[in-house]
Each structure stands twice: as C-alpha cells, then as structure tokens.
C-alpha cells in the first residue's frame, strides 16, 4: 500500500470538497440567508486539512488496483462525513445521523430523504442537497480527476473503482483526459436540460437545482409535492426525456461526438435498456388507465414514473404507491435491473443482466451438447471468463446484502413491503420504495441504527460492492500484495 500517496489524494480530494462548499455558500449569501457562515466555516476547515495533508507531493505515485479501490471508498466516506456539517452545525437538521444520511443519499444520488418539509429549508441548503446529486452523479474520484492533475501514473484505477457497471474503458489514452470528456458531455447534457426547464416556466434557482438531481438522476426537488409541484406536461415531458438521456453509457454519446454510429447502433445494452422502457411504460399505462381516463394522460404519467424508477433518480409526479398491485410489481423489478452501466444511475446495470441471461444460456446449450464450443458475445464481442465471473460475484453479495439489510432494518417492526423495499431502493440508489417509504413518504421514522445500515447500502450500491468490502478485509492493509 502507497500510504503516502493515499494520503496525498485524499488531502486533494478534501480541498475540492472545500471550494465546492463555497458555491451554496454564496447562493446563501445571494439570497441573504445566515448558513452561509457554516458553508465557508466547513470549506476553510477542509481547506486547511488539505493543505497539511498534500502540501507535498510523495516522490512514488504509483497507485494499484487496490489502493484504487480503498480510495475511492474512502472518498465517498469522507466528504459525506464532512458534507453533512453544514446541515447539523446550521440546526437544519438537528441529528448528525439524519444529516449524513441526507448527505450519503446526495452524492451516491440515492434521493431517500428524512425531511418531511423540504420547502421551508434555506435556499443554500436545499442548492447544496441537489447538488451533491450532481457531483456524485459521475463520481467524486472522476470529478476531481477532471480539474486537478492527480499523476497519470495508474490513475485509471481509480475511475475503475468509482464508474457505475461490469467494465470501464479509457475513452483516450489518459485517465484525466477521459475524465475532462465525461464531464464536459455530463456538462453540455446539464445546461441543455436547465433551458430547457426555464422555457418551461420554472425559475432559474428550480430549474438549476433539478438539473442537477435529473443529471445526476438522484431525485432531490425543493418542492415537497416534486415535479408533481409544477403540473406541467412539459416539464414532465422534458424530465422524462433527460433522466433516460442521463441513464445510457456516456461511451455512446462519445462514439456520437466522434460520428461512429455503428458503435452506438450494435450497443445490445443501450437496446434492451430501451426495450425495457417501452414494455413497461405500454404495461403501465394499460395498467392504470381507468384511474386516469384518458391513453394519453396514463401515458405521461406511467413514462414518467418508468423513467424515474429504471434510472434510480427518485421523482414524482404521481403516488404509484396507491397503483395497482402489478404495476408495483413492475417497479420493484425496475429497481433491481437499473441503468445502463457507465451511467450516472444506480441497480444492476443492464449489462449485467444480458450477461446473465446470455451465461444461463450458454449453460443450457452446453448442457444439451457438450462438445460444442459456445462463449458468451456483448456487442459481437467475446466476453472475457473474468467479467462474467465479476457477474457472478456481483450478484451473490448483492443477494447476500441484501439479506442482511433487510434482516438488521426488521428489528424497527415495519411490515415486510416498508422494509424489503427500504433496503431495495438504497441499495439501487433509487430513492422511493413503497408503503411506508413510498413516493409521498420519506425515512425519517425510522431508527438511528437502521439509517446506518441505509446508508452503508446506498455507498455500497453506489461503488458496486466492492470497495467498500475491501475496507474490511485486513489484507488490504498489508504493505505488501
């Protein structure tokens, strides 16, 4: 383990925690409110501790897979504890538990809240929750990577633990160059989007703060009733649009850039991901027609509703929680399968999902006929054993995960739905569940304990597992490999 280099990224990555601290500090002091005081008092603090910790450069800055992984976990940790500040030091939220549960949702762009009035928090405040979203929408590690030069020399490791999905592939030849281009089309998408909503009547501070929760597809809304606020069919419209736009791989819209449509065309994955849009918005909106009356208002209400839920952002404009039982069924199930990977949401990932389906397939002819040769394709490429056996991983700690979350949250005595679906949906960094913590509800009745284990769920969901377990392996903390 490279401790001195480790030491030196966190101390970077604390920095660029502290001059983003300063941006809702301003927003409290444009809009004349008094927690701009503990924007800037928490910015210096990490400002100092950044300096102390990488004043100097280590001479090795070399950095492994696992010193990757640690951090990355480590970062996500760390600016949640320190993100938090704000809100208990303030009194916004007077419980330092709440407060890092708000915060752990913002930046894995989970979207669960424990606030029941979310209108009546300051300005800054409810800017600095969304933007969270839009920062840990692409990833603290690739964010930071993108404004400060952090050494090429193995960089790549560290967007390798952070970036959503079974593989991540250098765009161009270096890490930060990679990082500069997924921001800067993460950026243009953003800016389009906030337009966009301000020609739909929203003001510049709405529409700003749910581009960053839609770019981020978190969720978080300043307004208690969500988009369901404005009760626009445009604005739906236009949410709708840009949440599945935020949910496919950002490699295709590079491959876009560079006129390689081919590459965007043979993308399985970007195909069945729309496949499973269209089947559950037709599905959906049969489903619930005669609560709406008309095709066409069941329809903007279902895309909706499907949009939010497959890209883990978390808004809404309708109660799908007093929806029939099957069109719940479907949402549960959206959760679990997600975005695409490379994506700015959460769950599964389609990708593994046709991975999984095409090796059960393979199983099945090799069964049949065992001495033919088969191997599994994604794009008319050949899959390596080591990714499909990363799918297998993957799942099973899901599962077990899960379990156990589930397990450890019914000592709270909520029934099976409200505690199953709690889990589910930080652990896909979805937001909304159902009964209890459905669309109209939040999490705040739950115990101190169980929104820990939420939000270990919502890092662990959002890194993909397995940087967070590392930190518990004692052989990560061997200097040697």
């Known amino acids: ?63 492994y897979s696992k010193e990757g992984f640690v951090i990355v976990a480590l970062a996500w940790i760390l600016w949640s504890l320190f993100g938090a500040l704000p809100f208990y030091l303030s009194g916004t939220i007077p419980s330092y538990v709440d407060a890092y549960f708000e915060t752990v949702s913002g930046f894995t762009t989970t979207g669960s809240t424990i606030l029941n009035e979310i209108e009546g928090l300051p300005r800054g405040m409810n800017f600095w929750r969304c933007f969270t979203h839009w920062v840990g929408g692409m990833g603290v590690l690739v964010f930071v990577m993108a404004i400060v030069p952090l050494g090429e020399k193995r960089s790549m490791f560290l967007m390798r633990a952070e970036v959503p999905g079974p593989t991540c592939e250098k765009l161009v030849p270096k890490a930060r160059s990679t990082a500069k281009i997924l921001y800067g089309m993460y950026l243009a998408l953003s ?109 903007r209400y279902a895309s909706f ?101 589930v397990l450890l949250v019914s000592v709270d005595n909520f029934d099976f739905a409200t505690t199953f679906s709690s889990v589910l949906t930080t652990l896909n960094n979805v937001g909304p569940g159902i009964n209890l913590v459905g669309p109209t509800q939040n999490f705040h009745q739950f115990s101190a304990f169980s929104k820990v284990v939420f939000s270990f769920d919502m890092l662990i969901g959002r890194l993909e597992i397995l940087p967070i377990m590392m930190l518990f392996a004692p052989k990560t903390w061997r200097k040697r490999f």
């Not at 703060?209 to 606020?229: K, L, M």
Request: glycine share 10%; hydrophobic share 50%; charged share 15%.
């Open 1 to 63: 383990m490279n401790y001195k280099m480790m030491n030196y990224l966190m101390g970077k990555m604390l920095g660029v925690e502290g001059l983003l601290l300063f941006v809702p500090g301003l927003v409290s002091v444009i809009y004349r409110e008094e927690t701009w005081y503990y924007f800037f008092l928490v910015a210096g603090a990490l400002l100092v501790l950044s300096l102390i910790m990488s004043h100097r450069r280590p001479e090795d800055t070399a950095i």
């Open 191 to 299: 800016v389009l989007e906030a337009l966009l909503l301000l020609a739909g009547g929203m003001s510049l501070y709405d529409a700003v703060v749910h581009t960053f929760s839609t770019a981020g597809t978190g969720g978080f809304s300043n307004r208690n009733a969500s988009i369901g606020f404005y009760d626009s069919a445009y604005i739906d419209g236009v949410i709708t649009v840009f949440m599945l736009l935020f949910g496919i791989n950002f490699n295709l819209y590079f491959f876009l850039i560079l006129k390689q449509f081919k590459e965007v065309v043979r993308s399985e994955e970007l195909r069945v991901y729309l496949g499973v849009v269209a089947g559950a918005i037709a599905l959906i909106t049969l489903n619930i027609l005669k609560i709406y009356g008309t095709p066409l208002k069941a329809f």
């Open 305 to 405: 509703q499907v949009a939010s839920v497959i890209t883990t952002t978390g808004f809404a404009t309708a109660d799908f929680d007093v929806w029939p039982e099957f069109s719940k069924c479907i949402f549960l199930l959206l959760m679990i399968v997600g975005a695409c990977a490379g994506s700015t949401g959460g769950g599964m990932k389609v990708s593994r999902i046709i991975l999984l389906c095409k090796t059960i397939s393979k199983e099945i002819r090799q069964t049949l006929h065992p001495k033919s040769v088969n191997i599994v394709k994604l794009d008319g490429k050949r899959v390596p054993d080591e990714s499909i056996h990363g799918v297998y991983v993957y799942i099973i700690c899901y599962i077990l995960i899960l379990a156990g979350s």
